[in-house]
């Protein structure tokens, strides 16, 4: 049984730090931002509200869109590297915020940036098991409270945000076509946090060494970016006896404009068929897809029939593809 996502959903924080914001406090300017990278703002959430607070709204929205109520929800698959709290799962927190379904499934999945799509395949499986009927799938981050705000090659880059879709089974032509998922541990510290976990709990003389922020390679970063995201599309479009010709809208994960262009060169598909929405938003990790499906879909970029092929990559190394029929 395939499964079709008959609803997205998206959360954004409403307060708004421009590129010129972040002149006062760090060694950088608008003109480097851009430049580099193409954002020229991002979304950061107020401090008393937590990751699953983003969750539920964009969770909601999705399932206003679906037109089902959140206790018909029988799975909640939420892909993140901000979890509230080490554990339990996030999803269980956004489970209750929404009164989705108490005795359904919900937890989480870590697979950084790539955290939608490998939350996205899961979803798919129990759905194509028969195992549930109603699977929301978020992608959710407040990077702004794990990104080191003194670091420079960091702070600009990312944002926080949340979006949201809902699946069910679908016995027609569209649909989800493919996911596929891929991991390369041996770059498992070009993208991470070195505190805060089992290896090396938080002391004080840890958070001296600022261990509890994330730590990036970002030229080896760069590098798998532009080539795994184009491998993986690639692949799914031959899995499914696809080509780029067929291919209505390229949804990559926002991380870069210039990876986003090199992608698009590897693959031979014009820029003006990505969808790119990093200068409001910045990189949201997980939540970047789910966005900026979300944002597509409700402007009517996306059309009933779109061949839409999705890209990510991101800590881990993990990164993966989605094609999907709308
Ligand atoms: C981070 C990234 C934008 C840096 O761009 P880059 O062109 O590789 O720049 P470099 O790291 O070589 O740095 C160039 C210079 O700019 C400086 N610089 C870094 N950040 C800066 C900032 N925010 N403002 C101004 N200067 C900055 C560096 O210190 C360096 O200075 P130096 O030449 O005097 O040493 C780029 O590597 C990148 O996008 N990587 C992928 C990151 C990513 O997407 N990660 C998440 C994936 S999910």
Partial sequence: MRSRIIGTGRALPERVVTNHDLERTLDTSDAWIRERTGVRERRILAPELATSDLAAEAGR?????????????????????????????????????????????????SAACAGFLYALGVADGFIGRGMFRRVLVIGVEVLS?????????????????AGAVVLAPEEGPRGLFSTHLFADGEYADSLHIPGGGTKAPLSAAALERREQFVR????????????????????????????????????????????????????????????VNLDRYGNTSSA????????????????????????????????ASALIRW
């Avoid at 991380?255 to 031979?268: F, S, Y």
Wanted: charged letters at 20%.
């Fill in 61 to 109: 929205d999705a399932c206003r869109a679906a037109g089902i109520e959140p206790k018909q929800i029988d799975c909640i698959v939420l892909g993140t590297v901000t979890p509230d709290v080490p554990f339990p799962a996030t999803a269980a927190y956004v489970q209750r915020k929404l009164g989705a379904r108490a005795g359904g499934a919900a937890f989480d999945v």
């Fill in 145 to 161: 409270r794990i990104v080191d705000p003194m670091d420079r090659s960091t702070a600009v880059l990312f944002g926080d945000g």
């Fill in 216 to 275: 990036m390679n970002g030229r080896e970063v760069y590098q798998h970016a532009v080539r795994n995201m184009a491998a993986a599309a690639q692949i799914a479009l031959q899995a499914n006896q696809l080509s780029r010709a067929d291919v209505a809208w390229v949804i990559p994960h926002q991380a870069n404009r210039r990876i986003v262009e090199a992608v698009a060169e590897r693959l031979d598909i014009g820029l003006e068929r990505f969808i």
């Fill in 288 to 319: 970047s897809l789910p966005i900026a499906l979300s944002e597509a879909v409700d402007s009517g970029q996306v059309s009933d029939g779109d061949l839409l092929l999705l890209v990510a990559l991101g800590g881990g190394l993990a990164w």
